[in-house]
């Protein structure tokens, strides 16, 4: 079970940029895996945003953050990052890492890092 910790959330204004990043618990090392970025907005499932395969050369962005999000990652550092741009009040929620692409197939969720976009 790949254990893993998000951060880099925040407030931020309408249009501004945060970049997050996603990292193992442990001594876990992730080139071996696809990692996902997932959110779950107040009163909403939780939805995929983006996920990268585990050399990086392959990656699926979801329509609603297309041409503003980007995954990507570095193996040497062993993280996963998503930068936002563009940011829109409805980026709001809490946002997630984890194994995969599919939230059905995810087995295990940390606590997530808080992404508020108010002006």
């Known amino acids: 079970q790949l254990q893993l910790v998000e951060s880099g959330g925040g407030l931020v204004q309408p249009g501004g940029s945060l970049r997050l990043s996603c990292a193992p618990v442990g001594f876990a090392t992730l080139d071996r895996y696809t990692i996902g970025w997932f959110r779950q907005a107040p009163g909403k499932e939780r939805e995929g945003v983006s996920c990268i395969s585990g050399r990086g050369d392959s990656s699926y962005d979801f329509a609603d953050v297309k041409g503003r999000f980007t995954i990507s990652r570095d193996n040497a550092k062993n993280t996963v990052y998503l930068q936002m741009n563009s940011l829109k009040p409805e980026d709001t929620a809490v946002y997630y890492c984890?194994?995969?692409?599919?939230?059905?197939?995810?087995?295990?969720w940390g606590q997530g890092t808080q992404v508020t976009v108010s002006s």
């Open positions: 984890a194994e995969g692409c599919y939230v059905a197939t995810v087995d295990y």
